[in-house]
């Protein structure tokens, strides 16, 4: 793919706002790590990933190609952008609970729709809790998802949150955690037009298969304030985890959950306990969701081991990722990926192992590795709202954007 057409796909798919004054940390980092790599040629996809955010620098680097090389690209490849939801009122589904019963300083009364022990989903809450963050729980029957049949996005979670013109539909759990902690950071932009600096494309694999993802999604966007305690490795570091949790360690936890029918059974009675299925379905819901769905687990799990390339004893590719995450906290000498605190990577990673938790599979992980001395802490961590005070940072006004001078560095 030419860097003509990089450009062309960059101005089609960003639809952000972009201003003078954005800066996103590691675009630039990421556009020269990744531009040009060969999986690239064989991944359009991948390559608009990595391109998009350099639409976001705010430095004036704008991309701009004809309308007709556009809709060239636009056929070729076969990708379009998806809106995200604005509703005008909140669905009416039943609330399982509501988690941090404090005061909403946000205003944002969030929704989480979710299954119980989805690790994207542990992702969300993981963040959520952390920060003490008030929101709503709505158990969606994971085999009939009746509680998201007023939406066109299918998978979960979902986060609802309550704007000026309505509810607004947040997808996609990193997505999520990116644009809540940008909120975070700076609540004089509105989370609807955070939302815009997220775009969600559809697109059409080989085989025919409709995929959808989000842009952006690990990145946090910033007006021109740097918080003081983030450097460029740190930011760098940060990311890095959180993809890593997505794309590695994520992909360890089925196949050992449902390694056998009766691990697969086990799993599912206690999915059943931990989301309270008895007060939220009727019993025949429960046991087609606790019966037909641990056995087509299991069956789907032996697919997940050869297509993610696992050993022949899952339990030692769960083992072994965990082991990569310990030893990088040993080379940091910290209790914690951000130091003396969790950051966003801890909170990934801690999200998609308690996923787990209760199972077979998290019991011999506890057994046969040392990461019990980090993910506990974490828990206590997440439990006990360690940073519920700090919805406000301090910031430094900078044109920090992953350790790139934008002055001096240029984008041909």
Not at 352 to 372: H, M, P, Q, R, Y
Request: hydrophobic share 35%; proline share 3%; charged share 25%.
């Amino acid at each position: 793919m030419t860097m003509f057409n990089l450009r062309v796909l960059s101005k089609n798919f960003s639809k952000i706002t972009v201003n003078k004054n954005i800066r996103l940390y590691s675009a630039y980092e990421k556009f020269n790590a990744y531009f040009g790599h060969k999986s690239f040629q064989k991944n359009p996809v991948k390559l608009l990933v990595a391109a998009v955010p350099v639409t976001a620098l705010g430095a004036g680097y704008y991309f701009y190609g004809t309308k007709k090389e556009n809709d060239e690209l636009l056929n070729e490849y076969d990708i379009r952008n998806v809106e995200y939801q604005l509703l005008e009122s909140k669905p009416n589904v039943p609330i399982a609970r509501t988690v941090n019963k404090s005061k909403d300083d946000l205003n944002l009364n969030l929704t989480l729709f979710q299954y119980p022990t989805c690790p994207f989903c542990c992702k969300v809450r993981a963040f959520l809790d952390y920060y003490g963050i008030p929101y709503e729980v709505v158990e969606v029957n994971p085999v009939f998802r009746q509680q998201t049949s007023w939406t066109t996005y299918k998978k979960v979670p979902i986060l609802l949150a309550k704007v000026k013109d309505g509810y607004q539909q947040l997808n996609d759990s990193s997505m999520i955690v990116s644009a809540l902690k940008t909120y975070l950071f700076n609540q004089n932009i509105s989370l609807e037009e955070i939302v815009n600096y997220y775009p969600m494309i559809e697109f059409k694999e080989k085989e025919g298969k409709v995929k959808s993802d989000v842009l952006n999604k690990y990145f946090l966007m910033f007006q021109d304030n740097v918080p003081k305690d983030k450097t460029t490795e740190v930011v760098k570091e940060e990311k890095k985890w959180r993809e890593w949790a997505d794309n590695e360690l994520v992909h360890t936890l089925s196949p050992n959950v449902y390694r056998t029918t009766e691990e697969a059974l086990q799993a599912f009675k206690w999915f059943s306990e931990v989301g309270e299925w008895d007060k939220l379905f009727s019993a025949w819901e429960r046991f087609v969701i606790v019966y037909v769905g641990a056995f087509a687990m299991w069956l789907i799990s032996k697919n997940l081991k050869k297509r993610h390339n696992l050993k022949d004893d899952v339990r030692e590719s769960l083992y072994d990722s965990c082991k990569k995450w310990m030893k990088i906290l040993s080379m940091k000498n910290t209790q914690f990926l951000g130091g003396s605190t969790p950051n966003l990577g801890d909170l990934a990673v801690y999200g998609v192992l308690s996923s787990i938790e209760g199972c077979i599979a998290f019991n011999d992980l506890i057994n046969n590795t040392n990461i019990g001395k980090w993910y506990y802490p974490v828990k206590e961590a997440v439990n006990n709202h360690k940073d519920v005070n700090k919805t406000k940072q301090t910031f430094s006004r900078s044109n920090f954007c992953y350790g790139q001078d934008f002055k001096k560095k240029t984008i041909a």
